[in-house]
C-alpha cells in the first residue's frame, strides 16, 4: 500500500474529525460554563441514542443495505465486522454535538430570543443575545 | 424491509410518541427543533454528496431511487428526523435538569 493510500484510508475519520469534532469544539469553546453544568444530561443523552442507533446500524450493514468503500476507511470493525469505528464516532460524536446545541438553542429561546438568531449560537455566547434587544423586538 | 420503513418504525413512530407524550416540547421550543434540523441537513448534505457512491454506498433494493445532489431521500429524511428525535430528547433532558436545580 501506498502513502498516500494510506491516508486516504483516513478519510471518513478525517471528516469527521474536521466537521463533528469542529463543532463540538467551537460550541463548547463559547458555552463552557453552561453546557458544563449540563454534562450530566448530555452524556446520558448521548449515551442513549447511541446505544439505540448502533446496533440498527450494524443490522443494516449485516443485512447489506449498504456498506464503506475499504480503500476510505480505517477497516476497524467491530461485532463480526457489522460495525465500523467511524460509524461509532459518528453516532457518538453527532449526538453529542446535536444535544450541546439544542440545549443551547432552547435556553436562548425560553428566554425569549425569535428562531432565526439560533444559529448565532453555535459561535456566539449568551451575553451577546443578552446585551442585545432581540427579546424585546419581539414582545 | 425498506430504509423508508425503518426510519418510520424506528424515527417517526417514536418521535410522534415522544410528542404526545411531552406536547410542551414541539409548542415551547419549534423554533430550537426548527433550526437543529436546518443545521444538520446545511452540514450534511455536502457531506453526503461527496460520500454517497465513494466512501459508501446504499443497495439500490432498499431505497426508493430519488435522490437531491446525489443524497437518497430517504437520508434526506433521515437527517431531519435524527435532528428532531435527538433535539426532543435533548430539550427533554434539559428540563429535567433545570427543574431538578
Known amino acids: ?8 484510508r483516513f478519510a471518513y475519520l478525517l471528516m469527521e474529525l474536521l466537521i463533528i469534532g469542529e463543532v463540538a469544539v467551537v ?11 449540563r454534562r450530566q444530561p448530555i452524556l446520558i443523552g448521548t449515551l ?12 443494516a450493514v449485516a443485512s447489506g443495505w449498504g456498506g464503506f468503500n475499504p480503500a476510505y476507511v480505517t477497516g476497524v470493525y467491530f461485532f463480526s465486522g ?8 459518528f453516532w457518538f460524536g453527532t449526538a453529542f454535538v446535536t444535544i450541546s ?27 451577546f443575545f443578552d446585551a442585545t434587544n432581540f427579546q424585546q423586538a419581539t414582545k | 424491509m425498506s430504509y423508508a420503513f425503518l426510519l418510520l418504525l424506528f424515527g417517526l413512530l417514536p418521535l410522534g410518541l ?14 430550537s ?39 437518497p431521500v430517504e437520508e434526506l429524511a433521515f437527517f431531519a428526523l435524527d435532528g428532531l428525535l435527538v433535539g426532543t430528547l435533548a ?6 435538569y433545570r427543574v431538578r436545580t
Do not use: C
Open chain 2, 91 to 96: 430539550i427533554w433532558l434539559g428540563e429535567q
Open chain 2, 33 to 71: 427543533l426548527l433550526v437543529i434540523v436546518i443545521l444538520i441537513l446545511a452540514v450534511s448534505v455536502p457531506w453526503e454528496a461527496v460520500a454517497v457512491n465513494r466512501l459508501w454506498f446504499y443497495s439500490p433494493e432498499v431505497i426508493w431511487g430519488p435522490s437531491i445532489l446525489n443524497v
Open chain 1, 27 to 37: 460550541l463548547w469553546l463559547f458555552h463552557f460554563p453552561f453546557l458544563w453544568k
Open chain 1, 48 to 59: 442513549l441514542v447511541s446505544l439505540y442507533a448502533l446496533p440498527l446500524d450494524a443490522w
Open chain 1, 82 to 89: 457489522a460495525l465500523l469505528l467511524e460509524e461509532i464516532i
Open chain 1, 101 to 127: 446545541a439544542v440545549m443551547i438553542f432552547a435556553e436562548l429561546e425560553r428566554r425569549g430570543n425569535p428562531w432565526w438568531t439560533l444559529p448565532a449560537a453555535v459561535f456566539l455566547p449568551f451575553g
Open chain 2, 18 to 31: 415522544l410528542w404526545r407524550t411531552a406536547p410542551w416540547i414541539p409548542r415551547r421550543h419549534p423554533g
Open chain 1, 1 to 8: 500500500m501506498s502513502g498516500l493510500e494510506s491516508v486516504f
